[in-house]
Structure formats: C-alpha cells, structure tokens
C-alpha cells in the first residue's frame, strides 16, 4: 500500500492507524463516559473522512437540485481501500470501548490495520481473530501448501472467470439494453453476477490464502451464495464479514429484532440502506441496498415464501439477485430503468437473434465453468484426490500448471482493475 499510494493515502492511513492506537491505549482503566467520548471522537474522524472523500460530491450535488444552488467541490480520488481500512478500525474501537484489551505494541497494532493481502478489499478483520498470531504462530507446510493453493484458486476465479466474462457485459452496454433482445440482456445480466461473484470472491481468497501462507488465519468471506434458498441465507454467504459488521456494530446496537415490529422495520430499512451507501455515493446503491431489505422483511412476513419447494426458493433468490446487480452496476437510475425495459421485453421485440446465438456459443464453456466454480463441485473432487499420494501430486501440479495459464493471461492481456476496488 506504501509503495503504490501517493502521499496523500499514505497519510490518510498513518493518522487513521495512530489515532485509533492512541484513543484506544487511552480508554485502558477509563471510565464508561471517558470511554464513551474517546469513541465519539474516532467515529467522528472516521465518519468525516468518509464523508468527504466519499459522499460530499453526492451530498452537495443533491443539495444544490433542491435549494437551486451550484455548490463547487474539488474532485478528489477515492483512497484506495478507505472504506475497509476505516471499518475495520471503527469495530476495533467499538470492541476496546465495550471492554476489549486494546493493542499495546503499535506494530502489531500497525500489522492488524494494514495487513497487505486484505487492506484495499478485505475481509475486515476483528483484531481479537488476529492477536494470538500476530504474538506467536507456526508456519507448517500444510497452511503454505494449502495458502497456495487458495490464493491460484482465487487467480483462476479473477484472470480465466471474471476478466474472460467482463467483455460480454460490456459489449452489451455499449450497444445499450434498449436496443437488446429480451434473452440477450438477460445472458448479460447473468454474465455480469458471475463476474461480480468471481472477481470479489476470487480476490477474498487470493488474500486468505496470502494470509495462510504467513501462518494467519482470515474469516472466508463468501459461502457460495449462489446455491442459497432464500435471501436471509444469501446475505449469511455473501461478502460475510460486512454482513457480521453491520450486524455487530449497528443492528444489534439499535436494538435488533428485540423491539416492537415497526422499531425492527426501521432498524432493518437503516442497516439496508447504510449497506448500500457503503458500496458508493449514487442513489442506485440506496436503492438497492432498500431492495435487500424489502425482500428480507417479505421473507419474514409471507410465510409462503419459505413453504415453497426447494427449487422455487432457489429460482426466486437467483432472479432477485441478478435483478439487483443489474441496478447495483447502472450507472443512473435512468441507467438502471433502460436496463429493466431491455431485461422484460420493453426494448427489441426480438426473443431471439443471431446476436444471442452468436454469444451463448462464444461464452458457452465460460458459462458452464462459472456455474461450477459457483458450487462446491470442484473443491469437493479437490479433497477426494487429497486422499492418496498419487492425488496430493497431481493437484499440485495442477496448480502449478493453473498458475503458469493465469501469469500468461495477464501477462497478454490487458490491466483489468478488481471491481471491489472503487468501493
């Protein structure tokens, strides 16, 4: 992060990492209103800084429509990583304000906030997962060989998955939804959920194998979300340390599902609609967080929807999950309505054309590796081989092998940047 940041991030970070080192040696014996206004002051620093790099721009430019004034802001570049690096120390203040021993050595402090193989996408980390290792831990072969093969799994999930299908969607959109045939834009919008899926989830665990490798151990962050049957479960799979952060350290502060029914709706609409705002400053993101959240209440109270058969659920997750990450990627909410006229024919009256022929034949075979790499099909044969010698060589080489296919891609290829990070 030192190396690629300019001065700017640099300090950013530094003074995030020494203030929350600070404040957090100083709440040690205090208390609970000492306690209190030291935490009030980090969430403060932290809360600003979010702000201003991330929200001002949408603030001031949705402020200006509503009061006729042109507000001037000078544009700045989103720090590479801020919104992980600032959660992950918001919730180790929390932890020390609720009792939590604070970090006294600032190097193992420094080496939990910026650990490299998950500072700029995560997962966020908790400091109590990390503070046995960072005193004492043991390197075996066994995390190395497992960390490697982890960290290729997760290179094949992002060079031969997420980049290979990354020109589907974007031809799509460059010819524009309007103009697609009904099941060309749907084949986009699939495409673009296992992109997303593969990309994030393939970085999660190129940095849990990084992390193995130097004998720690990061929480899994994706459960193949996929295969969920219902939006609760899906939300348990996906992206699950940001799902456990909202959960520890707003949801159940607020109160959670302990308070009357219409106290629960707020609690749960706030918590939706902050994890929106988090993935960016657009109203598509506050949409489709509200999306989340009104699919979850629904969950809670049409018990028909978890009477259906196993099959139905599934299908209603799938079609609900690729719906939001069409809105999740517009680009505007005129974007996003362009985007759903295409996807329920009110775009080309074509239900077919040589165009979608000519790319579900072009991206048959990425397809079919997506929807496998989506399930624990090929990590279950991975361990059955790991039974026998003769298996245990043949899966390294194969990763050998899978590593040489990846460096080449990228070796040939163009820069194609994680998705994550402009989050």
């Known amino acids: 992060y030192f190396i690629g940041a300019g001065a700017r991030d ?93 970090e006294k050595n600032l190097i193992d402090y420094a080496a939990f906030t910026i650990a490299f193989p998950q500072l700029t996408m995560g997962p966020i980390l908790r400091c109590r997962e990390w503070r046995g290792a960072l005193k004492e831990r043991t390197i075996t072969r066994e995390d190395v060989f497992s960390g490697f093969e982890l960290f290729v799994v997760g290179l094949c999930f992002k060079v031969l998955l997420a980049d290979q299908l990354a020109p589907l969607w974007a031809s799509l959109e460059r010819i524009g939804y309007e103009y697609l045939s009904t099941p060309l834009a749907w084949l986009g919008a699939v495409s673009y959920s296992l992109q997303l899926y593969f990309d994030f989830s393939g970085y999660s665990d190129m940095a849990i194998g990084l992390g193995r490798i130097f004998g720690f151990r990061f929480p899994e962050n994706f459960q193949y979300p996929y295969l969920s049957g219902s939006i609760t479960e899906f939300w348990r799979r ?11 350290y707003v949801y159940i502060p607020m109160g959670g599902s302990r308070v009357s029914r219409w106290r629960w709706v707020l609690n749960i609409l706030t918590v939706w609609m902050l994890t929106g705002l988090w993935h960016g400053a657009a109203w598509n993101f506050v949409l489709w967080g509200l999306l989340f959240a009104a699919l979850l209440l629904a969950e809670k109270w049409i018990p028909v929807l978890q009477r259906l058969p196993g099959v139905l659920r599934h299908g209603y997750v799938l079609l609900a999950v690729v719906l939001s990450f069409v809105l999740f990627n517009a680009d505007s909410l005129a974007q996003a309505g362009q985007d759903f006229a295409g996807l329920f024919g009110f775009g080309s009256l074509s239900l077919t054309s040589a165009e979608t022929l000519y790319y579900l034949k072009s991206y048959a075979v990425l397809f079919i590796l997506g929807i496998l790499g989506s399930t624990p099909v090929v990590k279950n044969a991975a361990r059955r081989m790991d039974g026998t010698k003769a298996g245990a060589v043949l899966e390294a080489a194969a990763m050998l092998a899978l590593l040489i296919v990846c460096t080449a891609y990228l070796v040939d290829g163009s820069f194609s940047p994680f998705l994550y990070f402009r989050f």
């Open 10 to 102: 640099t300090l950013l970070l530094s003074g995030v990492l020494l203030l929350h080192y600070a404040l957090a040696r100083a709440m040690a014996g205090k208390e609970v209103r000492t306690r209190k206004a030291l935490l009030i002051i980090a969430l403060a620093v932290d809360l600003f800084c979010l702000v201003y790099f991330k929200y001002a721009a949408f603030i001031l430019e949705n402020l200006g429509k509503l009061t006729g004034t042109a507000f001037s802001l000078v544009e700045l570049a989103l720090p590479l990583g801020v919104s992980f690096y600032l959660f992950q120390s918001a919730g180790y203040l929390i932890d020390v304000y609720r009792g939590e021993e604070a």
């Open 238 to 248: 996906w992206h699950i340390s940001l799902g456990s952060w909202f959960r520890d």
